[in-house]
């Protein structure tokens, strides 16, 4: 078998490959006699048609059968005698195909790049320096009983954190608008959940109560025909709701897993191991994607287009998944979420999975089982019955690997970071937890 390899540019090749016509001859030879024994002709018996008989009838058919069947057995063949490695399957173009002659096809493909990784050590990585403080026990405290908190019908004016009814028309110049109007609409005041002049305009109104209020909306309201215009509601409030937060009593602690003998200390405490928790895991993800992000920079690679539309489709099902598109056509979904959404994300995560394979390789680093067995205890202890989610991971290999590849992700991270001097920068928990809220704040 002859091969040569052909670089029209880039990381696209092209390999000629020709295959002796002796060793197509004894393929198509091959077929023919597979075929010979169970032909079904008119005038003999199954198997029994004479061969000259079997190749008039079949004889074109097991040719092209013989040779998609000698694409499939040289082309691995080919790769390896060439030593090319490419990225993603191959287009093949049969450029000759004749009885009794040698067989000849192209097969184009991309390869993946040659990679040298720039000096590690040169990252610049800043680590947050958080410490978890009685503020933040006490605002997380608050948080669990706000969420089991209960509310009571009052007589009284209403103020932020009430919860409210209303109903309400909006005009504006004197015409209603679509979306203006609503009826027994309930809603926590404070919330943010309708324009600041509304929620506002609310507040200071009892039970019974109609009033009108001036909404003006934003030069960016989603409405083109509202954009930079001010409405007149009409707003009727028909209940209001005080809100009242349960005691941190024995009916408190045990929804918390917190044994009454143990009380509020005992809630503090478990609070603070899961603020501190929450804190690592967000201090890791900070370090990885600073990590990640200076890898990448630091290191522009020429990526194979194959690999970037193999990667698309996933970010499609994922994106899909996220907007509960997850059941449409898959034609409808490609519609709404066209390629070109994609591409960008698509080649950075194949720049960054042949980026962190290459530090793998140059750092020699071995997935550490026990990490892996951490990792999955650690998800599983979030859950009320551990060992069963546990036992559920290790029955589905690809949640597994998941796992394994999020572990050996993190090791890379681990050696990257190990390479330099972390600058650290004290920051709240809330800083860390909810950086654009705090960047607005």
């Known amino acids: 078998m002859e091969v040569h390899v052909d670089s029209p ?10 295959v002796p016509a002796e060793q197509v001859a004894k393929a198509v030879d091959e077929r023919l006699n597979k075929l010979a024994r169970r032909a079904k002709l008119p005038g003999f018996r199954p198997g ?5 008989v079997v190749e008039q009838q079949y004889g074109d058919s097991a040719r092209m059968e013989a040779i998609s069947d000698l694409v499939n057995q040289t082309y691995p063949q080919a790769l390896s005698q060439a030593g090319v490695n490419p990225a993603g399957q191959p ?6 195909e004749k009885a009794g002659e040698a ?9 993946y790049p040659e990679i040298q990784l720039t000096a590690l050590d040169a990252l610049q990585i800043e680590k947050p320096a958080v410490e978890v403080t009685e503020a933040d026990i006490d605002r997380l405290i608050g948080n669990l009983r706000k969420a089991r908190r209960e509310f009571n019908d009052v007589s009284r004016a209403t103020q932020n954190g009430d919860l409210v009814k209303i109903d309400f028309l909006g005009k504006v110049d004197g015409e209603a608008f679509a979306g203006g109007e609503g009826k027994d609409v309930q809603f926590e005041l404070g919330e943010g959940r309708f324009l600041p002049d509304l929620e506002n305009g609310i507040v200071g109104h009892a039970a019974g109560e109609t009033f009108t209020v001036d909404v003006k909306f ?4 989603r409405a083109e025909n509202l954009r930079g215009k001010t409405a007149q509601f009409e707003v009727t409030v028909k209940e209001v709701r005080e809100p009242k937060l349960p005691e941190i009593d024995a009916e408190f602690l045990k929804a918390h897993q917190v044994e009454e003998a143990e009380g509020e200390a005992g809630l503090r405490a478990k609070c603070k191991a899961a603020l501190e928790k929450e804190r690592d895991k967000a201090i890791q993800n900070r370090l990885k994607s600073q990590a990640l992000e200076q890898l990448l920079k630091a290191n522009p690679i020429e990526l194979p287009q194959a690999l970037i539309q193999q990667e698309i489709p996933r970010l499609r099902e994922e994106a899909a998944a996220r907007m509960n598109m997850a059941n449409l056509d898959p034609a409808k979904r490609s519609q709404l979420l066209p390629d070109a959404l994609f591409e960008k994300t698509a080649g950075q995560r194949v720049a960054l999975g042949l980026l962190v394979g290459e530090v793998i390789k140059a750092k020699d680093i071995k997935l550490d089982t026990a990490r892996v067995d951490a990792a999955l205890d650690a998800m599983a202890a979030d859950y009320e019955q551990p060992d069963q989610v546990k036992a559920y991971y ?3 290999p690809d949640l597994l690997q998941g796992l394994r590849a999020m572990v050996l992700e993190d090791q890379v991270v681990d050696a990257l970071v190990a390479g330099v001097t972390p600058l650290e920068k004290a920051l709240s928990l809330e800083e860390l937890l909810n950086p654009q809220a705090a960047a607005g704040a």
């Open 9 to 18: 540019g880039g990381l696209r090749r092209q390999m000629r490959v020709r």
């Open 48 to 52: 029994k048609a004479p061969r000259k």
């Open 91 to 96: 287009q093949i173009d049969i450029t000759a």
């Open 103 to 111: 067989f000849e096809y192209v097969a184009h493909f991309e390869v």
């Open 218 to 221: 934003p030069d960016d309201y």
């Open 394 to 396: 290790r029955s589905r």
